[in-house]
């Protein structure tokens, strides 16, 4: 008989890798399947139960770890997208002294019932702590609205954010602990669980109030509360002829994909965008006026919107600027993404991958200007509509592959 051609397992990209993280400040490496993520990672592998599941959607909160110093969802991070990165959970605040006084105000304030929200909680209050010294109530409450709790409704916990601030800005700031160092994809293999990494740098002292103009103040914030992504695309026609095609305000929404336009007058459009993420699925119902500036060949996109279902309101700023490529043969379109998420859904502007999502969005708008412009119908565009977990997997994918 001859011999049966080899086939590759569909198991077989389930095979397990080996990750190496800092977790809060211990060397670990542990073998996991691609699709672990990373609650399950250092709840399992590393024993650190602390760190809560509970929608395991990104939605609840209850899982967000800290993620070189950034909050993030746990239970939607894959372990080895964070490959030598530093990790921080409720266990890693020991020496930390934010977080003791945070730990005090919530016991005071009575920020705290059943506690399974708390870890979570927690990891929001410090980030809120260090990052806005000057947060008032409104601002802390829009930081917290990504961590559902469904005991204390909510008046503790902003309380104890609040004397928290208080007592920084009555110390002129507050001092960070020492953080283990992050350790390189080309470092030396780790050891155990049980050792703990030598080396620390130096602490960093938080300024009880930044210049608000300063770049340091707020990184990846233009404005108070809103949150700012750039990226650029290629089309295949003359700045002039792209400039003339973006000055209709409707051909210009149809080609993002999930828009719907409805109503267009001049330089202003009504419609709606449906985005879909996993099992949660959204559609913002609103409006968006277009500024252009014909000497610079730059404009802005104004909208917003609220989702019907979940009362979600959403702000966005979309500016783009004409580059002439191959001697004015060819466009770059370089884009400014200013936005601001409010209720429930406002956990997703948080996400590690929203970065990642926005990117490949632009790219996606940038098909389907390029083929609008080449003569396609609204029907015949590359990409119809937004499916982020299709999105996020092609990423998730990209960076495995990486």
């Excluded at 916990?157 to 208080?166: F, G, T």
């Excluded at 293999?189 to 049980?194: D, E, L, N, S």
């Excluded at 002829?241 to 001049?266: I, K, T």
Aim: charged content about 20%; aromatic content about 4%.
């Amino acid at each position: 008989m001859s011999a049966m051609p080899e086939t590759r397992s569909p198991l077989a990209a389930l095979e397990r890798k080996p990750v190496r993280l800092l977790v809060n400040g211990e060397a670990v490496e542990h073998l996991v399947e691609p699709r672990t993520h990373l609650g399950d990672f250092v709840r399992e592998q590393c024993g650190l139960t602390g760190t809560h599941l509970g929608c395991e959607h990104g939605v609840c909160g209850a899982c967000t770890v800290l993620l070189d110093g950034k909050p993030v969802r746990s239970c939607i991070t894959f372990a080895v997208a964070c490959e030598s990165r530093k990790v921080t959970t409720i266990e890693g605040y020991g020496d930390d002294p934010v977080m003791a006084l945070l730990r005090k105000a919530f016991n005071q304030e009575h920020a705290l019932q059943c506690g399974y929200c708390t870890p979570g909680m927690l990891a929001t209050a410090r980030d809120i702590v260090t990052r806005l010294p000057d947060a008032d109530e409104q601002r802390i409450r829009l930081e917290l609205s990504g961590n559902l709790c469904r005991c204390t409704g909510y008046v503790g916990i902003v309380r104890a954010i609040q004397s928290v601030l208080v007592q920084a800005r009555a110390q002129g700031g507050l001092q960070l602990a020492a953080a283990a160092p992050v350790v390189s994809q080309h470092a030396a293999p780790m050891q155990t669980f049980a050792t703990r990494a030598a080396d620390a740098t130096p602490a960093a002292a938080i300024p009880a109030a930044p210049a608000p103009a300063a770049p340091e103040a707020a990184a990846g914030e233009s404005r108070r509360g809103w949150s700012q992504m750039q990226g650029s695309f290629e089309v295949d026609f003359p700045p002039e002829r792209v400039w003339e095609f973006m000055g209709d305000v409707r051909a210009l929404a149809a080609c993002l994909p999930g828009a719907e336009v409805q109503e267009a007058d001049g330089s202003s459009v009504k419609g709606r965008i449906a985005v879909k993420f996993g099992p949660i699925s959204a559609a913002f119902n609103g409006a968006a006026s277009l500024e252009r500036n014909a000497a610079t060949h730059s404009g802005m996109l104004r909208g917003a919107g609220t989702d019907t279902v979940s009362q979600s309101r959403a702000k966005g700023d979309i500016g783009y600027q004409l580059v002439a490529l191959d001697g004015g043969q060819r466009t770059r379109v370089d884009i400014t993404l200013e936005h601001m998420l409010q209720g429930p859904l406002a956990q997703f502007s948080r996400s590690g991958l929203v970065r990642d999502f926005v990117s490949r969005m632009i790219t996606q708008f940038g098909l389907n200007l390029n083929a609008s412009m080449g003569g396609a119908r609204a029907d015949q565009l590359p990409v119809q509509k937004i499916g982020l977990f299709r999105m996020l997997w092609q990423v998730v994918v990209a960076r495995l592959r990486g």
